[in-house]
Structures are given as structure tokens and as C-alpha cells.
């Protein structure tokens, strides 16, 4: 039997309707517009570039064209949503749906097993460190560490006068 064979246009076409891309973009696109697409791509990468717009927004106003981007926010972290945050491959939203199929990698995680055993030490080792940091994040409300003093920085590092720990560094940027 020979194989069947389609010319490069076929396999665009067909990748493209497959990525949601071949569908007429709703007149006002709502809540089940956007979770059908987010379902449809099953991970959205969550990045804090902002060259145009925060790049999370964008596969969604590619594929609906103008959508209310509040809608993202609540689908993501509202009380009761369907979506939750992990790190599916890069920090990512993902339909709730699908976390019965990541708690293996979960797991791994939890047992610092593979690419998790790095992490896993620095927790088991540096719990205080990630108690000064929880406690600041309370303290403060969200924010990135860029935005954190260097004082408050050396504080989460372990003191007042304190160098800062090469975690702590990581999460300020490159050391100067």
C-alpha cells in the first residue's frame, strides 16, 4: 500500500484549522468563546513580556479577535474557575480538566525526582528563606521581586545586613 502524500499548503491548512485558526472570529466574542479556545489549544503560557500585550493575551485575540481581557483574568483566577496555573512546560494556564493527567509530573515534583530534585533540595534546605519570601508576598500582595528593596531583598535572605542569597539574586535579575 503506498502511503498517502499532501503537498506543504495541505499540511498548513491542516495545522492552522487545527489550531483554532480557520473559524470565523465571533461578533462579540464572551466567557464560553474564550474557554472553548483555551480548551481547544489545552495550555496557555503565561508571560509578563509586554512588548504588545502580555503574550497570554494574545492566542486568544488571534483566534476571537477583540475579547474582553478581564474575562481571562477571572477564567484563570476567579473563586471558582476553569482554569488553573502550572508549570505544564513554562508557566501555563490549563484547563481544569486536564490536571488528573498532570499529577504524575505533580508527584515528581512533590518527591524531587528528574528535573524537580534541584528544587526540591533547595526547599527542604532553605525553609526559611521561603517562609521570609511567603511572608513578604503576605505582607505586600503580589508583586515581582524586582519591585522588592534590596533591604527587604537581604530580609528575606536571612537578616538586615546580610548578602543576599544566589536565589535571591536569581529573582532580582543579573547580578551587577
Known sequence: MKPETITAAQARRIALTAQGFARPRPAAPGRRELLKTIERLGVVQIDSV??????????????????????????????KRPLF?????????VPLESQPLLRWRMQDA?????????????LRERRDFVEKVLDEIAARGPSPPPSWS??????????????????????SGPAS
Open 50 to 79: 509586554n512588548v504588545v500585550s502580555r503574550t497570554h493575551y494574545l492566542p486568544a485575540f488571534s483566534r476571537l479577535g477583540a475579547y474582553p481581557r478581564p474575562l481571562l483574568e477571572e477564567l484563570a483566577w476567579a473563586r
Open 85 to 93: 496555573e502550572y508549570w505544564a512546560h513554562e508557566a501555563s494556564l
Open 110 to 122: 512533590h518527591d524531587g525526582v528528574g528535573v524537580w530534585k534541584g528544587i526540591a533540595k533547595f
Open 150 to 171: 534590596s533591604a527587604t531583598r537581604a530580609r528575606a535572605a536571612g537578616g538586615a545586613g546580610a548578602r543576599p542569597s544566589a536565589p535571591s539574586r536569581a529573582c
